[in-house]
């Protein structure tokens, strides 16, 4: 499927906060339980801290990814696609896309995912990530090449 990437703006926030909302409350609400008040607060920090990009088909918001640049890795905080584009390659373009920017910088890409997310992980998994530590709620990956 084609689609391109540009640059978030404020003027994207509120779109990329809804998805967000439909792609992670339900295992928010299951780890910790929802507090509206601290999501929209970490959502700015988040946003202000990294580097956001809007994926769109068709001149269509339909997805967004956060990407962070640190000494010796990359991390890609987010990459949600919509539900009605999930599983047609966007996101598996995007990763390989962001693994080989990272390597070609001398870096690793990480990202965390949350344990009971397990289409997350497998999908992951699945594209060259491998886990390098864990906690109670998240997987800490990193791609292996």
């Known amino acids: 499927m084609h689609f391109k990437t540009r640059l978030a703006t ?14 992670m409350k339900h295992h928010i609400e299951i780890i910790w339980g ?10 700015e920090k988040s946003f ?17 990814f956060q990407l962070e640049r640190a000494v010796g890795f990359d991390y890609l905080r987010m990459l ?22 990272s390597y070609q910088s001398k870096k690793k890409l990480r990202l965390r995912v949350f344990k009971i997310n397990t289409k997350a992980l497998r999908f992951y998994t699945n594209n060259g990530l491998s886990v390098i530590e864990e906690d109670e709620a998240f997987y800490l990956m990193e791609n292996i090449s």
């Open 80 to 101: 949600i696609v919509t539900p009605s584009l999930r599983s047609r390659g966007i996101g598996r373009q995007l990763l390989v896309q962001i693994i080989k920017e």
């Open 10 to 23: 404020v003027f994207d926030k509120p779109l990329i906060y809804s998805l967000y909302q439909e792609a």
């Open 34 to 43: 929802w507090d509206e008040s601290w999501q929209q607060n970490d959502f």
């Open 48 to 64: 202000d801290s990294a580097t956001n990009f809007i994926i769109e088909t068709n001149d269509k918001f339909s997805g967004y």
